[in-house]
Antibody, heavy 123, light 105 residues
Framework: EVQLVESGGGLIQPGRSLRLSCSAS????????LSWVRQAPGKGLEWVGL??????????EHAASVKDRFIISRDDSKGIVYLQMNSLETEDTAVYYC??????????????WGQGTLVAVSS | DIQMTQSPSSLSASVGDRVTITCRAS??????LNWYQQKPGKAPKLLIY???GVQSGVPSRFSGSGSGTDFTLTISSLQPEDFAIYYCQQSYSGRTFGQGTKLEI
């Protein structure tokens, strides 16, 4: 069974840094890309960024709203993907989900999701 | 960046109704379009991939169509458990979600 478990959320002051982790199990971790998606309270889903499988170089893409502040990385030996969040702003307050990307003839589908971890940025 | 626009933003319907939600992309995205369902306090769930593929385990009353810039999600006969928020998402360039459609009783 595919499982994704996020951790590391909490209350943090503006300007500080926080690192989220997503531990994966039940599939060949290195063969898949992973994305982070966030949802501010009462709002819709916002894609944050992705990291490709290692055989595609493990390259990353980030949404414009977090580019230069957020960094995604992966440790295939541990089956963990990280989201390093720097210079946090109150607008970054959200539930952060880790998702697995399943490739399908060019399309990339978020086929499994974690339960989410809440990040609250406030002074 | 590719923008995704869903309509309507909210929709009232009854059990047994046929419902259609529309998603429009700001440029052609081929069929790289997916649909998700989200219930309160839960993570989203994949319903439809590549515009018309039904995810395993999803009831057959859910279907998707479209290509290029215009896509639809159809629920053929609403069931009580279908009242939720629905999102479209493109993966043609980066990833973008629509703003969501709230389906209410």
């Amino acid at each position: 069974e595919v499982q994704l478990v996020e951790s590391g959320g909490g209350l943090i002051q503006p300007g500080r840094s926080l690192r989220l982790s997503c531990s994966a199990s039940g599939f060949s971790f290195g063969d898949y890309g992973l994305s982070w998606v966030r949802q501010a309270p009462g709002k819709g889903l916002e894609w944050v960024g992705l990291i490709r499988p290692t055989f595609y170089g493990g390259t990353t893409e980030h949404a414009a709203s977090v580019k230069d502040r957020f960094i995604i990385s992966r440790d295939d030996s541990k089956g963990i993907v990280y989201l390093q969040m720097n210079s946090l702003e109150t607008e970054d307050t959200a539930v952060y989900y880790c998702t697995r990307e399943r490739p399908h003839y060019g399309d990339n589908v978020f086929d499994h999701w974690g339960q989410g971890t809440l990040v609250a940025v406030s002074s | 960046d590719i923008q995704m626009t869903q309509s309507p933003s909210s929709l009232s319907a009854s059990v047994g109704d046929r419902v259609t939600i529309t998603c429009r992309a700001s440029q052609s995205i081929s069929n790289y379009l997916n649909w998700y369902q989200q219930k309160p306090g839960k993570a989203p769930k994949l319903l439809i991939y590549a515009a018309s593929g039904v995810q395993s385990g999803v009831p057959s009353r859910f279907s998707g169509s479209g290509s290029g810039t215009d896509f639809t999600l159809t629920i053929s006969s609403l069931q009580p458990e279908d009242f939720a928020i629905y999102y479209c998402q493109q993966s043609y360039s980066g990833r973008t979600f629509g703003q969501g459609t709230k389906l209410e009783i």
